[in-house]
């Protein structure tokens, strides 16, 4: 199984990106997306998820109305509206075999699936 991430690059702060992550050899309704970000010396934070088997989506404060998670057969989606520069960071697409999974809580995510990232760089 693989995860593909794709959609990064330079934008200035209030415009928009769509990132997508592209997932191979997963049985995608068995599991939970999200996406994490991540500034060189500061800690993996998680952003959103989905879970597949129910389209229930979760996000962080932060972005809470300006990103906007979806899926589709075998690509996750993360919709970046209204970007901030605070918002730069390396996105990762990760991935674990559940109904539920807690995106704050980053720790629980490592040791199943993650893709090799993508760079967003938002400019003020």
């Known amino acids: 199984a693989r995860l593909v991430e794709s959609g990064g690059g330079l934008v200035q702060a209030g415009g928009s990106l769509r990132l997508s992550c592209e997932a191979s050899?997963?049985?995608?309704?068995?599991?939970?997306f999200g996406w994490f970000r991540q500034v060189p010396g500061k800690e993996r934070e998680g952003v959103s998820s989905?879970?597949?088997?129910?389209?229930a989506t979760d996000y962080v404060d932060s972005v809470k109305g300006r990103f906007t998670i979806s899926s589709d057969s075998n690509t996750v989606y993360l919709q970046m509206n209204n970007l901030k520069p605070e918002d730069t960071a390396v996105y990762y697409c990760a991935a674990q075999r559940a109904w539920r999974a807690n995106i704050r809580d980053v720790a629980s995510w490592w040791g199943h699936y993650w893709g090799q990232g993508t760079q967003v760089t938002v400019s003020s």
């Open positions: 989905i879970v597949r088997r129910d389209g």
């Open positions: 050899g997963f049985t995608m309704d068995d599991f939970v």
